[in-house]
């Protein structure tokens, strides 16, 4: 769970003295407070930064806690935020129109420092749980996308070549036969891998579950990657040309580093032509390694870039072979590049090739 005393408190009350306070109450347990004397200035600090709770004051002039309560539910980058209201004692039956307007939870004036803190840190908790909901939410809902999207189709092709084998519709000793046997090993081989890799990234996405960051050797996960997706290249007479050098090493996580850089690769193949290349070169700095898969395949215009950097999307589109993408690769690139406090950066022209760029960290955050 989040540390609490990291947590940014916004007071809006046109009373000097509880704004005083309310600050040093809070400030005093590590809290980080602003405040606002009236609900416009209110408003204008959290346009400049979102806090993560509010406190505001019921009876205010020109705008009243009640209206700036609904102007800050009406936002939805702002409605999440935890609204406590402050309240005079003879203001208590009025409060079902705060509860209305979207506030959670209510204080009466002159408040108790021990009411506030235990009111603001249980609040600030509710509202983290409440995120990590959601964010499971969203998390099963595109799993359950990818599924019916991506996994459905591949496994409904292999079900339907094993059909017209069992059928009897090929001869065993015919070269058409071998090269159906060829693509069903094929087909099955990147369906397993699209599942162990929804496996993986769906274990990532408990908090509970943490990376193991260490010097991890780049060029090793590139080789390995290359020599996983040999056969894919060869198929298409790509050649992929490997300029890292051995000792080139990063900061982070072993086994979701591979997963970048092999699907990565793979997509450079998948939209690459036969007969087109693929290069693979790194730089580095003091802090940063940054390590290029170029290739001269089709191209992204600057909207589908956008596509794939959109957050809780992915993005997906056939290969120059008519190769299927799942668009969990680079979901998955995303995913864990922000986890390895990595970043990711794509140049692309449309019909003359690609560049991912992934930085990693080289030294212990």
Not at 76 to 99: C, H, M, S
Request: hydrophobic fraction near 35%; include cysteine.
């Amino acid at each position: 769970m989040d540390n609490d005393s990291t947590k940014s408190i916004l007071i809006i009350d046109d009373n000097q003295m509880n704004l005083i306070l309310a600050s040093h109450v809070l400030n005093s347990h590590g809290y980080s407070t602003r405040t606002a004397e009236d609900g416009k200035s209110g408003i204008a600090e959290i346009e400049k930064e979102i806090p993560s709770l509010i406190l505001l004051d019921v009876m205010m002039p020109e705008m009243d806690g009640f209206e700036v309560c609904r102007i800050i539910n009406q936002n939805d980058k702002w409605k999440e935020v935890p609204i406590i209201f402050l309240t005079a004692n003879g203001q208590t039956e009025d409060l079902v129109e705060g509860f209305q307007a979207g506030g959670v939870d209510y204080i009466i004036k002159p408040f108790k420092s021990e009411e506030l803190l235990v009111r603001v840190k249980n609040h600030l908790e509710l509202a983290h749980s409440k995120r990590i909901i959601l964010e499971m939410n969203k998390s099963r809902d595109k799993l359950y996308s990818i599924i019916a999207h991506d996994v459905r189709s591949p496994l409904s092709g292999i079900l339907q070549t094993i059909d017209a084998l069992d059928q009897g519709y090929f001869d065993p000793q015919s070269e058409d036969f071998k090269d159906i046997i060829h693509h069903l090993k094929i087909r099955t081989k990147d369906t397993n891998t699209l599942l162990s890799s929804l496996l993986q990234w769906t274990r990532l996405q408990d908090e509970n579950v943490s990376l193991h960051f260490k010097e991890t050797n780049i060029a090793l996960i590139i080789n390995s990657c290359i020599q996983l997706l040999e056969a894919n290249a060869t198929e298409k007479n790509i050649k992929i040309t490997n300029y890292i050098k051995e000792d080139l090493e990063a900061w982070c996580d072993e086994v979701s580093i591979h997963t970048i850089f092999r699907n990565i690769i793979s997509n450079a193949i998948k939209f690459t032509p036969q007969n087109g290349f693929i290069t693979i070169t790194a730089s580095k700095n003091d802090s940063e390694v940054k390590i290029c898969i170029n290739d001269n395949g089709v191209g992204m215009s600057t909207e589908t870039i956008q596509l794939i950097f959109e957050e809780n999307k992915h993005y997906s589109s056939s290969g120059t072979a008519n190769e299927q993408g799942t668009g969990l690769g680079l979901m998955l690139v995303k995913d864990f590049i922000k986890k390895n406090n990595g970043k990711i950066d794509i140049q692309s022209k449309v019909g003359e090739g690609t560049t991912f760029s992934v930085i990693l960290p080289i030294i212990k955050n």
